[in-house]
Each structure stands twice: as C-alpha cells, then as structure tokens.
C-alpha cells in the first residue's frame, strides 16, 4: 500500500512518525508525505494546548475531504490528541477511520492494514510501558537530526498535560542511544540535536544517578560538528553538567532553558522550581561559567493568579538577564490539569496585552544581541539558497532549527547546504542576521 504520514507538534513526536514509517516500509509498504493517491493518511497529531488541538482539527477535516473527493483511502489518526480525546473523535469527527494513542506506535503496520481493509481499528497501549527503540526513516535535512534520549515526564507541572499523554519519564539505554548516534553520524549528520520533555534527569531512573555528562561526553567522541541540548530545566544544572557544557567543544553555547515564569509564589503553585533570586542567580553563574552562552526559554503570561506586579517582575527579569531567544506564551486553559481549576485566573484579554508587551521587551533583548555581533566572523551552517531573498541562509551556534533566526549572506561561489562557513555579520534586518561569506 502507499501510506502518507503527516506530523505535527514537537520534535518527539516527528521521531515517532519516523519510526513509524520504518515499520511500514519494512513490512514492503510505500511510504510518502503526500497523503493525495494514498490508500491510507496517518496523521500523528499534538494535543498540547488549543492551538495545537485546533491544528490537528483542521488537518484531520482536510484529510476528510481528500476522501470525499476520492483522493484519499483512509485516515488514521494517532498520537496525543487521539489519547487525549478518543471518545469525543469518534463522535465529533466521522472523517477518521481508526486511531492509535502514544502508547501504541508499534502496533502501526496491523492497524493501517486493518484501517485499509475497512476495519475501525483502536490501539491504546500503556503510555508509560512504550520503547523508544527501532530503526527510523529520518526526514528533512540530511545534515541535522534530533536524537531522542529518553519519553515522558515526571515533573507533573499544574499547567501541563503531557505526563497524561507521554507516560512518567523513561530514560533510553545509554548503548542503545549512541548506536542510534553512530548511524546519525555515518549519514552525514553534522548538528546533533539532544531532545526530550527534559534531558536533565536522563539516566536517574535507569541508572540509580544522572548521566547526561556522561551522555555528552560520548557523544562529543563521534564525528559530529555540533551538539544541540533540548532541554534542560533549571533544577538540573550541577557543577559537572555545566563543566561539560563547558570544556566540549562540539557542545554548542546554546541553551534551551524553560522558565516559563520568575515568581517565586507561582512557579511554586505551578509544581516548577526557582524564584526571580535564584534563577537570576543561575542564569548569572551560566554565563559566567559558559563564555559566548546564548539563552532560549519558554514564558507564560497569564497564569492563574498571575498579578500586575507579577508581571511586572517577570518583564524586569528578562530585561535584566538578557535572555536572547524567548517563546512567550499565553497561558491555556487545559481541562484534566491543576492549574484549569485554581482561583483567581487571568482574563483572555489581559493575558493577551501581556503577551505582546513581553514579545516587545524580549525584541529589543534580541536587537541588542544582533547589534553586537556587527563586525563579527561568525561559523554558520549553510541550509542552502534562499530563493525569496536571493542569497544563501544558515544559522549560527546561536539559532536553532525552526525555532531562531537565520544568517543571509551572500558568497562568491557555490555553498552546498550542510556545509560551514566564516560569514562576516553586516547587518540585521527583522531579526536574522545578515552577512558576506568571508574568502
């Protein structure tokens, strides 16, 4: 059978989709991410917040009419909205055929050929049982891969339904995971992207003790040029993790740190850790420890019980860190979490005002930070010719995949996508980088 697989939200769940994929083809299917002629669309979705939600939705609603039109087998829906919301699918959307939760994606094979032979198949295994082991068809570019190191989360944050939807925190065997590396590194990957809901903790549950230095170290042996750390909470820096940040090399100075907040009193109401004191003070050591760290973390404004001078406090912390990357958010009503029951919560509106006025205060960190890279030869991975701005782009150790600006920048020759370069910076417009390749 030819079978399309669409996936949404983060870059766990891509992972999943990959590994599915690998499954089909190894059963002698065709794979593709065109779900138009195929005899059957996976739609591996996100079910994190609303916006999310109303993604999947529309995904699942467009698939509906390929159906409709002929253009289309079947749908199977699977991943965290499916977990999430498996009784009211079947109701409110007759579009899909089957569906499988997080818990289930090895089961993939059975149940597309189950959907494709006219069954309505459901697949929901235990969420906190599932591997993460297996072979993946990786997709995207061929010099950047995410490397999963462990599933789910323990931390039980009051806002967040993803332990509900992910299972508790399941670290991976360190061998396994650098034989996953070592095959990453003979295709050519060259930036080696760490991921899980919190890489901080990895190996504490398997081990007895953390082993993310460790981790690091071993992976730093491989022919990587860059290693990329997604994410790690501010409760787990120690001296040992931050010297090995530090000292290797191949791990890039970037670090993805979600804070969501700085008030001590809500963080604390939200099960999360630190105050505006003690992550400025952590923040502070980073810097000082790590030479040319660039800071990326997650806001939410408009959490329950969330003030004027909470707010106020939290618009003066990122000011006063300097954080130069920031995803701020407004705060998402999700029913099944703590918080979606607490008192005193903030109006949409409200919320909506704070937002954009953090988005202004964390711009003007981000100018500043661009400003001072005038003059400066930086390394930038080249991702190719842009044809819209008529020049080469890339990304620095400064810019992550998708989520970051980009480096234009003109050359003198021809620059394969996946190679590096020295580009002199020139310029900023609109928040990337712009630049001349230097000789």
Known sequence: ?????????????????????ALCRAAGHQVTGEPERADVAVLNTCGFIDAAKSEAIEHIIALGELKKAGKLGKLLVCGCLSQRYREDIWQELPEVDGMMGTGSYDDIVTAVERVAAGEKPEYFGDISATTEEGDRLTTGASYTAYLKIAEGCDNFCAF??????????????????????RNLADAGVQELIVIAQDIGPYG????????????????????????RLHYL??????????????????????????????SGRLLKAMNRWGDEESLTALLTDLRARIPGLVLRTSLI????????????????????????????????REEGTRAATMPDQVSEEVAGQRVNRLV???SAVLDQYNESRLGAVMEVLCEGFDGGAGCYAGRTYADSVEVDGRVLFTAPGLIPAGEFVRVRITGAEDGDLVGEMEE
């Open 1 to 21: 059978m030819k079978i399309a697989f669409i996936s949404l939200g983060c870059s766990k769940n891509l992972i999943n989709t990959q590994q599915m994929m």
């Open 160 to 181: 967040c339904i993803i332990p509900y939807l992910r299972g508790r925190y399941r670290s991976r065997p360190m061998e396994n995971i650098l034989a996953e590396a």
């Open 204 to 227: 504490k549950d398997l081990y007895g003790e953390k082993k993310l230095p460790e981790l690091l170290k071993e992976l730093c042996k491989l022919p990587f040029h860059w290693v």
């Open 233 to 262: 909470y501010p409760d787990h820096f120690d001296d040992e993790l931050i010297e090995t940040i530090t000292k290797e090399p191949k791990i890039v100075k970037y670090l993805d740190i979600p804070l969501q907040h700085c």
């Open 301 to 332: 404004c408009g959490l329950p019980g969330e003030t004027e001078e909470d707010f106020e406090a939290l618009c003066r912390f990122v000011t006063n860190t300097r954080i130069e990357r920031a995803g701020v958010f407004q705060y998402s």
């Open 360 to 362: 202004e205060l964390q």
